[in-house]
């Protein structure tokens, strides 16, 4: 389903393997930024972040994610320039893509990611979905990788309907990957739980995930603990793992096939075990 990377020679791209009817894949979160909402600075040490990306690939991670800005939904991030942003990247990206499984970057500058492209990643993570580098479209449509298209907003407007926001936001960020020269086949669709959003529209957002299918492409998930699991239940961050399986686990079944994940463990064994009980029926 995932269009081939001009740095793959097999024919299919990483992503495209992972894709298998019946299993939703998983991405395990490495955050190199002193300020993520969740793991801020448990990373930023080069030896730790690596020990830590090894670690998520023998718990189950089918790729790993790997960002160097806070995009933290919830504000109170720091904007960098592309150049500390390769500074962070630059001791952890080549050990990473070392280990053997695709590599996402996850950052919202064009130059980074055509950087981290020319070092062995092979898949961009856009949480502005083309629409705020507009150098971004060009650089995947040159470089031919798959793009996940995340879905977001400046500011969580509660009267709106979001789902409808979601549609039309994804068909602006498709006409943009058309200009391009994109092939629709190298794009993945991320709703942005979180990202511009009440909890409340995060919560609709997941239960009607599956409107997104009419685009026909792959959707992915991210709602690791995320702010809406302390809507409905009051928690702090590393609190939410029960909250987030069960949120990954609804969202799959409403047609989403990759799952982002801080906790890869115990993600990936809740999806197994979930399609298990399903194949058996």
């Known amino acids: 389903m995932i269009a081939v990377s001009t740095n793959e020679r097999s024919g299919r791209s990483p992503l495209e393997r992972l894709l298998l009817p019946g299993r939703a894949a998983v991405m395990g979160i490495l955050n190199l930024t002193p300020d993520s909402f969740s793991d801020g600075g448990r990373f930023v040490d080069p030896q730790i972040a690596i020990a830590h990306a090894s670690q998520m690939i023998a718990q189950g991670a089918d790729i790993i994610d790997v960002g160097a800005e806070s995009t933290r939904p919830y504000g109170g991030m720091q904007p960098v320039t592309a150049d500390i942003e390769r500074a962070r990247l630059e001791p952890v990206l080549p050990a990473v893509i ?153 969202a799959v079944r409403h047609g989403a096939v990759i799952v982002r994940t801080h906790d890869v463990f115990e993600t990936m064994q809740a999806l197994r075990v979930a399609e298990a009980i399903e194949k058996a029926q």
């Open 98 to 250: 070392a280990l053997g499984k695709p590599v996402s970057v996850d950052t919202m500058k064009a130059s980074v990611l055509d950087w981290a492209i020319g070092l062995g990643a092979t898949i961009a993570n856009d949480v502005w979905g083309l629409q705020r580098d507009p150098d971004m479209a060009r650089v995947v449509a040159d470089r031919g990788v798959p793009v996940i298209v995340m879905h977001n907003r400046d500011g969580a407007d509660p009267a709106i309907d979001i789902v409808d926001d979601m549609l039309r936001y994804f068909e602006r960020s498709l006409a943009i990957a058309d200009a391009a020269g994109m092939r629709r086949e190298q794009i993945v669709l991320d709703p942005g739980i979180g990202f511009g959003k009440t909890p409340e529209q995060s919560i609709i957002a997941v239960a009607r995930l599956a409107e997104l299918k009419r685009f026909g492409l792959p959707i992915l998930i991210g709602l690791s603990r995320k702010r809406f699991i302390a809507s409905v239940v009051p928690s702090e961050p590393m609190q939410r793992l029960g909250g987030s399986i069960a949120g990954h686990l609804a």
